[in-house]
């Protein structure tokens, strides 16, 4: 099971993670990531401090906006992941590729 | 003790896929995060298989089973139709899938980092790709 919620801030949009992210519902946090580039998004935060599992199908995700967040500017944030769901984006080297933070406030300092 | 999960080819039951792993890997010496791995491992099989070799046929199945036996666990997905041989299949490089924004791609790669050694085999209809995992003493 997946909830994805979005939530808007003041110098930022939040996207909390709840649950586990696979080949089944991958699509969804595609589509709130599209969501927010739709509304012009600049800065975009994945809470991942209640994100249980995360397979290729949700990394595939993150990593198919690499490019074009450099291109449109757009900076990308995940914080809170726990140590299981964290070594396997380190598995891929994700960690290399995606700005990653253990804490929130980190996350919120990378975008001002 | 072998234990057997038939599986249906519909990716929501990739969640059912992992709660039979779970209970079975937790009483090996194998730490959480290999624990972890190793169900992320036969989780991205499966849904390799459910997607492209069944495109998410509902009526077909998959069965996983496994077994430790002498330091060693072994998982064996078997299927059949058009097989997947994982062994001969070039992984893309990690900055190759980033370049070309795709979204696939990324789960073989985790499978050859994560498993021990890895098999894979066909006879008539069915396929047959065994994952390993040493298992240290306890």
Redo the contacts between chains.
Sequence with gaps: ?LKIETTKETNYHLIQLIG?V???N?VEL?EAIVDLIEQEAKNILIDGTQLD?I???G???F??????FEEKNITLVIFGLN??VF??FK????DH?INIKSKKIEAVQEIE | MKHELKLYCDTTRLSDLRIFLSEILQNTSLSEIEQHQVTLAVDEVCANLIIHSHGCNGEEFIQIGVEKDAGLLKIEIRDSGEGFNITEYREPEINHVKKAKRKGGLGIILVKKIMDKIEFETSGKQNTCRLFKNLKSK
């Design positions: 099971m586990e696979d080949a089944s991958s595609d599992y397979s290729s199908a990394l595939g995700v990593m198919s906006y690499i490019e074009d140590e299981k070594q396997v598995i891929l080297g994700l590729l």
